[in-house]
């Protein structure tokens, strides 16, 4: 029989040696998922044994994460803000960095108030879910072109109650939809160049959905249809914030402009990167 302890430290070995960077949480964060027990009960009851249907779970994710799959994508959830989301293999795992942009939305628009929001590209709902559990007189539309994320982000919406104030549309970011429709959109489009992708993480390029990563040769494809339809979509006054690559500002900036908007800029995320361009239609 083996012991919490001796699972976490078999589980701990076994990904070091598969060269895993972190591996002392992944093996923790399986080791609880394979068995219910929490960060506390392995320190404070580390002798407690495995059942043999535990210890066969374990190792079932262990092969995975060996095998270069991710915590959240073995475990199909992750924490984005302050929910718990669930994912599938149709939908990019959220990242911390998107964030930042949902803070400074939140604090363009204050607790209490409505306004409508689009959220294109929407995926397993992260960006769109998280700012309207916080602002409940707020009611947004998620779009995705995958009708499998969607069925993601649906449930997601379900689980976290807010079903009624969240409508999701497969469509092509904005098609469809009509103009002067939204007081905020935002997005975080695809916009990795394709030839960067074969030199990402394994973690990345072999387990989040291509349609989520390419932003095709220039990396900025989805920007360029994006900008033009945000500012159509938008209502007068209403503002967007967009996701970037660190080396996009420039660029994503001189859309935005050409489509019309105003106030152009771009806020830096907690590492110090260029990550969010905002712009307001007149
Ligand atoms: C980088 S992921 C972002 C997902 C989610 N918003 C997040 O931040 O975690 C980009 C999303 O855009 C979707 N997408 C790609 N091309 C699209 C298009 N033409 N129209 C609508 N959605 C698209 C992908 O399916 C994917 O879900």
């Not at 982000?153 to 469509?171: C, E, K, V, Y």
């Not at 007068?236 to 080396?247: A, C, K, V, Y």
Request: proline content about 6%; charged content about 25%; overall charge negative.
């Amino acid at each position: 029989m083996t012991t919490l302890v001796q699972a976490w430290t078999g589980a701990q070995k076994r990904l070091k040696a598969a060269f895993i960077d972190s591996p002392a949480i992944d093996a923790r964060l399986l080791l609880e998922a394979a068995t219910g027990a929490t960060r506390t009960d392995i320190l404070t009851d580390p002798y407690r044994e495995l059942t043999e249907d535990q210890e066969a779970l374990l190792n079932t994710y262990l092969d995975k994460r060996e095998k270069r799959m991710p915590v959240a994508r073995i475990l199909g959830r992750k924490g984005f803000w302050k929910l718990l989301l669930n994912l599938s293999e149709h939908v990019l795992i959220p990242r911390p960095e998107t964030e930042c942009l949902v803070d400074m939305v939140l604090k363009a628009y204050p607790e209490g108030e409505s306004f409508s929001i689009a959220d294109l590209g929407t995926g397993s709902g992260a960006i769109l879910l998280s700012i309207l559990s916080e602002r409940p007189a707020a009611k947004g539309l998620g779009t995705d072109i995958s009708e499998e994320a969607l069925a993601v982000a649906r449930d997601n919406a379900a689980h976290l109650g807010i079903a009624s104030r969240a409508a999701f549309l497969r469509t092509s970011w904005g098609d469809g939809l009509h103009d002067a429709t939204f007081d905020v959109v935002v997005s975080n489009p695809p916009y990795i160049r394709s030839d960067v992708i074969p030199t990402l993480d394994p973690e990345v390029k072999n387990h989040d959905p291509m349609l989520a990563l390419d932003g095709g040769a220039s990396g900025l494809e989805a920007f360029e249809a994006l900008a033009p339809e945000i500012f159509r979509l938008l209502k007068p006054g209403g503002r967007t914030w967009l996701e970037i690559g660190f080396d996009q500002s420039e660029d994503v900036e001189k859309l935005m402009k050409s489509a019309g908007f105003e106030d152009v800029a771009t806020y830096l995320d907690l590492s110090n990167l260029p990550r969010v361009v905002v712009g307001r239609k007149p």
